[in-house]
């Protein structure tokens, strides 16, 4: 089964960005086939042939099944040669004409998801420098695939029977809102992300308490910050949660409380909530 598309982006631009790096002439990579001990390579940049195309590769076998099996980068630098690895895939290495190698896994939660290669078509060592930025553009990857499993998580819990408002369940609710609102703007996958914003709208939607008060638009940072806030967040943690400085969330706090005609950031949570913008 190939990446999703939110998958394969990130996959794509982390190729895009390794060999920007290091000035390698070729890089591909794919993600563990769910169930199944095997990397699809589904991602290709600067090959010449389709050789490596779909290629599935299992755990211990090449120099990317090593990767996963020990869960750390490896590389060789004459990969048909080399007796640092088995050879299940020299058909597919040779046609491309490849020679040295590098492969890194990318691990999230101790779990190997998949694994980024860089290539060479010359028998020549990859240095520190070419192992660092690859090793760098596996993180971008852990990291988009983290924001994706969690923004997947808080998905279902709020698919789940909504308690009622006010109750101590609506607590976790509220917790859960804000998680949302920290990591929309994380989201690649903009059908993801509108998912998320939606369901974000259906939460504060159904704690309005007060449906004959005038509509107030805040922007979507302004409901980002104060979704922290209502979190007990500080304006630091607030900055750190959403990628902002902490001049800034001052900035849309601000904003929002004279939108809102409060005075104190409590006020402003308060009404927000009133008016169906938090839950």
Known sequence: MAADSAEAVEMRGALVRLRRATGLPVAFGGLVEPGRAQV????????????????????????????????RPCAVTDY?????ISHEYDVAVATEGLCSVIAVPVVVRRRVRGVLYGALRAAQPLGDRTLGAAVAAARDVEQALVVRDEAQGLLAVTREPEPAVGSPAWEEVREAHGALRALAPRIVDPALRAELLEVCGRLAGAAASDTRTPRVDLAPREVDVLACVAAGATNGVAAERLGLRPETVKGYLRSAMRKL??????EAVVAARRVGLLP
């Open 40 to 71: 699809r390579i589904s991602e290709l940049s600067g090959t010449a042939t389709p050789a490596l195309s779909a290629l599935a590769v299992s755990s211990g076998n090449g120099l990317g099944g090593k990767a996963v099996a020990l869960a």
């Open 80 to 84: 048909s040669a080399s007796r640092q």
């Open 261 to 266: 005609g409060a005075h104190t950031r409590w």
